[in-house]
């Protein structure tokens, strides 16, 4: 339950990041936050491809599609933001 809970939180802490990308808050390099959610996405699928195989490789699959969204500011607005 911790690792779900620690995972949660840094998925909201790297949108909070994009946010403040995207808002001029920080100058953070894209590069950057591409190595923090290729960092993530690892964690993630870390703990997943034990338990859940399905959607371990589900996201997986969709990584750079997620990507793209991140990186894209509109997409991001519209999707999470």
Same mark, same amino acid.
């Given at each position: 339950?911790? /690792?779900? @809970? %620690?995972?949660?939180? *840094?998925?909201? !802490? =790297? #949108? ?11 100058? /953070?390099? @894209? %590069?950057?936050?591409? *190595?923090?959610? !290729? =960092? #993530? ?13 399905? @959607? ?26």
């Amino acid at each position: 339950m911790m /690792t779900k @809970l %620690s995972l949660k939180n *840094q998925v909201d !802490d =790297l #949108l909070d990041e994009f946010r403040d990308f995207y808002a001029g808050k920080v100058k /953070t390099p @894209l %590069s950057m936050l591409r *190595q923090q959610f !290729d =960092l #993530l996405v690892m964690k993630v699928l870390a703990v997943l491809q034990d338990g859940d195989a399905a @959607l371990a490789s589900a996201i997986a699959s969709s990584r750079e599609f997620i990507w793209e969204i991140l990186r894209d500011p509109k997409k991001f607005a519209d999707t999470v933001a």
